[in-house]
């Protein structure tokens, strides 16, 4: 079957999404540019184009880690749960921390991240996300880049899915309410 016959429209074409991506990997390498090493932690799996086309763009010293997580249960911020089901292979005690996200939907897969990473000593810690939803802004989870603000829908394509489904799309789209009703 066609997937794209389950989109109902693009919401971040290809060009738009590289093109942002290339200023925040230049605000990274000016940021970070004193830095002997950044080590960036990428969130499977739906991080890993963004990851992909981000570390493309890095000037500054780092490696590339991964972690992935799932989330048990209602999603939502009281009864959500996430676990770690691959954690890192570089402790990361006293290193410059980056974690890559696709999207901050509720906040609690970061929420979650945040305390673990901390937990571990870091010398620093920062979250550059590709997406967040509209509306869900949180003050106590400052992203510190952050690519777009989309629409409360459900969005599939470079790396978002539904049920495992669209993440390859060099896009992002809105999934057709007609899938998931
Ligand atoms: C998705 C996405 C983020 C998380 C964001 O992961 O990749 O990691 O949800 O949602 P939140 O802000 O509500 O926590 P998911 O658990 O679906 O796993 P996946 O990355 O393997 O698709």
């Known amino acids: 079957m066609n997937p794209h016959s389950d989109i109902e429209k693009i919401l971040v074409d290809e060009k738009t999404i590289l093109n942002r991506i290339d ?3 230049a605000q990274i390498n000016t940021e970070y540019a ?3 090493n950044i080590i960036i932690v990428s969130i499977l799996k739906g991080a890993f184009m963004f990851t992909s086309d981000l570390v493309k763009r ?3 010293p ?3 880690d991964f972690m992935a997580l799932s989330t048990y249960g209602e999603k939502s911020e009281a009864s959500g749960e996430v676990r770690v089901i691959m954690d890192l292979r570089h402790p990361v005690q ?3 921390v980056l974690i890559v996200e696709d999207i901050f939907d509720t906040g609690l897969t970061l929420q979650f991240l945040e305390r673990i990473l901390q937990s571990r000593n870091v010398a620093s810690l920062k979250k550059c996300v ?3 939803k509209e509306g869900r802004e949180n003050p106590s989870l400052n992203i510190d880049y952050l690519g777009f603000t989309i629409p409360d829908v459900w969005v ?3 790396g978002l899915d539904y049920a495992d489904k669209h993440r390859t799309l060099p896009y992002i789209a809105e999934l057709k309410q007609e899938v998931y009703l």
């Open 62 to 64: 780092h490696i590339v």
């Open 34 to 36: 004193d830095e002997d």
């Open 130 to 132: 590709l997406t967040q």
């Open 58 to 60: 890095l000037t500054v």
């Open 94 to 96: 006293n290193q410059h």
């Open 23 to 25: 200023e925040m990997a």
């Open 156 to 158: 599939v394509g470079y």
